[in-house]
């Protein structure tokens, strides 16, 4: 990871200038199944463990979001190996008077991360988030990489939509 980000395409890592995955929509299913790849957001905001904490804060700024998936790169292969978010910045870092400049990511992050396979069932991803109790789950593969991420926000969409859905039987 360090000088570079990824552009994933068909589920093997690239080196881009672009601080964002994009990956193919996953669409194995069964019928009567909703899976994690049919929800989940292909484009993820990612950093390695040794990038500084200003790295992560500008990546999520240019992104417009809360959080950034730590990785592992190894083999053309982003392995997910933590999370950092902006609350983490500003709790663990600024609020305690951290040396910010001599900090990395892999110093602050979380490292207990649940992962979703993109070929999990939305329901027992749902359970296991709430378990935890965690609002965004990093999403892989089947060899582990990184191809998404499923927050909350994108299950709340699935069920407004659904219930619309139903809505207009009526």
């Known amino acids: 990871v360090p000088g570079g980000w990824f552009l994933v395409k068909n ?3 690239r080196y881009s200038n672009s601080h964002i995955s994009k990956v193919p929509h996953f669409n194995k299913r069964k019928e009567s199944e909703m899976y994690v790849g049919d929800i989940c957001r292909r484009d993820v905001a990612f950093v390695g463990k040794n990038d ?10 240019e992104n417009h979001v809360g959080d950034v998936i730590v990785v592992d ?3 053309g292969l982003r392995s ?6 902006d609350r983490d910045i500003i ?3 600024l ?4 040396p910010i400049y001599k900090l990395t990511i892999g110093d602050v992050m979380s490292r207990e991360l649940l992962l979703a396979n993109e070929e999990d069932e939305i329901i027992f991803t749902i359970k296991r988030m709430r378990s935890r109790g965690v609002r ?4 892989t593969d089947n060899n582990k990489n990184l ?3 499923l927050a909350v926000d994108e299950v709340l969409d699935l069920i407004t939509k659904q219930l619309m859905d139903i809505d207009q039987l009526i």
Do not use: Q
């Open 147 to 149: 191809v998404g991420i």
């Open 80 to 85: 997910p190996i933590g999370i950092l978010t």
């Open 95 to 98: 609020a305690n008077d951290m």
């Open 91 to 93: 709790i663990n870092v």
């Open 52 to 61: 500084s904490i200003f790295r992560a804060a500008k990546v999520m700024r």
């Open 73 to 75: 790169a190894e083999n």
């Open 11 to 13: 589920s093997h890592a």
């Open 136 to 139: 965004r789950i990093p999403v």
